[in-house]
């Protein structure tokens, strides 16, 4: 097991920067998970930590070790990709024990450490079968379970879910946060999916366009996004944001679950500490329990999110109302999250949205 450390890694392409100086701390057993959209420099930053890709300045440690002029093989470290090649004409206790027979490890050895790993993953039963025979769920635990087999203090894993279906998909992250606990080895993992992120991660480090937003656990990062990008990037239906006017200096933001729809005049009456919006239902989406109410306002179109039961049908004129303390602010020109004193934050909304 081993921590990673990134200081001011930068990696440019023919002149362009597409990694601008990043500091990162992988605590040693964490799950930590790179997300960001696509282009922002998660695969690159993989990639050099695991080193497929040199590293244009800055020290990446592993454990102690700094591994800059280190050869991917020499760091202890095991890369699972998206697309997984597993050798067709090979056995699954051929295609798990490759990386091992590489190494010169003895037969008997070799065998007790594939027995054990097929034990973990589930595919003891199928250690006879070719790929071909296996579904695309047990094809993924064997890619894995070729990494585990060397024992690695360091697992790097590029969005290996992303060729699966939906539903396998969703039963891979439950078992890769499993297995993660079982081994307690470190795991640094890259998406695009802030869902996925947000399930499986104990860090979360969010990227975009090759700098680092925020690092934070996953409720944190819903709860006090750093910034505009972050409070956008994280949760679905994305956070609303609104702002008075281009001239003022503050946008607001809140949370589609957070806001209700009120359609009564006294609910809707303005108060100190509520936010109120008068608007139309101009759309809805019934998501099952919950439904996605768009109501055009005075400060453009807002989402509300809202209990199916409780759904405002289309061309309803009615008030959104946030508590005050849902609200967040952010800097218009820098995107900073603004933290004010509560008397404060009452005072600014005053003379913002309301
Ligand atoms: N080998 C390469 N040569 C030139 N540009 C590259 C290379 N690899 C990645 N890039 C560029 O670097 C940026 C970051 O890419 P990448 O790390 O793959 O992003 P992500 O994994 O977040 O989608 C992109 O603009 C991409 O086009
Ligand atoms: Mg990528």
Not at 185 to 195: E, K
Not at 196 to 222: C, H, K, N, R
Not at 258 to 278: E, R, W
Request: charged share 20%; glycine share 8%.
């Amino acid at each position: 097991m081993a921590r990673v450390v990134l200081n001011q890694i930068t990696k440019t392409f023919q002149n362009q920067k597409v990694v601008k100086g990043i500091d990162l701390m992988v605590p040693d057993g964490s799950f930590t998970v790179l997300v960001g959209p696509s282009g922002c420099g998660k695969s690159t930053t993989l990639r050099m930590i695991a080193g497929l890709e040199t590293v244009s300045s800055g020290e990446i440690l592993i454990g102690d070790q700094l591994v800059n002029d280190l050869a991917p093989g020499k760091r202890d470290i095991a890369m699972v990709f998206q697309n997984y090649a597993l050798y067709p004409t090979m056995s699954v206790y051929d295609n798990i024990a490759y990386g091992l027979r590489n190494r010169g490890t003895s037969k008997k050895e070799c065998q007790m450490l594939v027995e054990e790993i097929a034990e973990i993953v589930g595919l003891t039963p199928y250690l006879k079968r070719k790929p071909s025979q296996l579904s695309g769920g047990q094809r993924q635990r064997v890619a894995l379970a070729r990494a585990m087999v060397k024992k690695p203090k360091v697992f790097l894993m590029d969005e290996p879910l992303s060729n699966l279906d939906a539903k396998l998909r969703n039963q891979m992250r439950v078992e890769l946060t499993s297995l993660h606990k079982q081994l307690g080895s470190t795991f640094i993992y890259v998406t695009h999916d802030q869902v996925e992120a947000m399930t499986m991660g104990d860090q979360i480090v969010v990227m975009s366009e090759g700098d680092i937003m925020q690092v934070a656990a996953p409720l944190e990062l819903y709860q006090e996004p750093a910034n505009l990008f972050v409070a956008q990037f994280i949760g679905s239906p994305a956070m609303n944001i609104v702002s008075d006017d281009e001239k003022s200096k503050s946008v607001w933001g809140f949370r589609p679950e957070k806001a209700q729809l009120v359609t009564d005049a006294v609910s809707a009456a303005p108060t100190q500490d509520m936010l109120t919006l008068p608007g139309k239902v101009i759309s809805r989406e019934i998501l099952g329990s919950d439904c996605l109410c768009h109501v055009e306002t005075e400060k453009g179109r807002i989402v509300v999110k809202v209990d199916t039961e409780r759904a405002v049908n289309i061309g309803t004129n009615v008030h959104v109302t946030v508590p005050e303390t849902q609200i967040y602010e952010f800097d218009r020109a820098t995107g900073k999250r603004i933290i004010r004193t509560e008397g404060m934050q009452a005072h600014a909304m005053a003379g913002g949205v309301v």
